[in-house]
């Protein structure tokens, strides 16, 4: 069946270090992949999406890469913020007369100043 | 439009109380999606409609769980006899369905706890 799987959390880092989080899927067919963020208190936002294969999703300083070769979807950012802190949530989506859209576990991330 | 809302924010109900939480979507959505979300985990699929039908529903939703969308707009989620493992988050999400180019907008969800 379709399913996502990311890395677990929490990560901690430092202001102004590289995130990288890891997020790779089971899917039949070409599903689109996304990124959400939850920050503390907050519901569930979209932060960048891809739709294909080889699409690049960019949004706040964030990037992902569709890479249907290796079925990853890795979220990146150069510089990380205190602000950034948050859980990050990889989801797919597949369509069809049952299009859904799934969800993994969420990685939390604590920037410290 | 305010985006998805869903009433109430938070209930506090005792074991084996019926709650019914509603989602009121972005206005010219016609799908709509209901999760429920527990601690450290991501959303967990319950069910979803499209306009008023309901097209899937996950294996989570027990025969205590009923959700409708009678005229395809708002939707009600009902759990009858609640347990304390119904304590979460439930939340909604609605979207186009418009192939795979879709987004789905989130509330920001009910908070259940049963004692």
């Known amino acids: 069946g379709n399913s996502v799987t990311q890395m677990e959390g929490p990560v901690t880092l430092s202001e102004e270090a590289f995130l990288t989080i890891n997020c790779t899927y089971t899917?039949?067919?070409?599903?689109?992949l996304f990124w959400y963020v939850q920050y503390p208190g907050e519901g569930l936002q979209l932060l960048l999406k891809a739709t294909k294969a080889d699409d690049k999703g960019s949004n706040k300083g964030f990037e992902a890469t569709y890479r249907k070769e290796t079925t990853s979807f890795h979220l990146e950012k150069g510089s990380v913020q205190v602000s950034d802190s948050a859980v990050y949530f990889c989801?797919?989506?597949?369509?069809?007369?049952?299009?859904?859209?799934?969800f993994g576990k969420g990685t939390k991330l604590s920037v410290k100043p | 439009d305010t985006g998805v809302s869903q009433d109430p924010r938070h209930k506090i109900t005792k074991r084996g109380q019926n709650v019914t939480f509603r989602c009121d979507p972005i206005s010219e959505h016609n799908r709509l999606y209901w999760y429920r979300q527990t601690l450290g985990q991501g959303p967990e699929f319950l069910t979803y409609f499209q306009n008023e039908a309901q097209l899937e529903k996950s294996r989570l939703l027990s025969d205590r769980f009923s959700a409708e969308r009678p005229k395809g707009s708002f939707s009600t989620l009902e759990i009858q006899r609640t347990e304390q493992g119904d304590s979460a988050m439930y939340l909604c999400?609605?979207?186009?369905?418009?192939?795979?180019?879709?987004?789905?907008?989130f509330g920001q969800g009910t908070r259940l706890t049963v004692v």
């Open positions: 989801a797919l989506f597949y369509g069809g007369s049952q299009g859904n859209l799934i």
């Open positions: 999400a609605s979207s186009l369905a418009s192939g795979q180019n879709t987004e789905a907008f």
């Open positions: 899917a039949t067919g070409y599903p689109s």
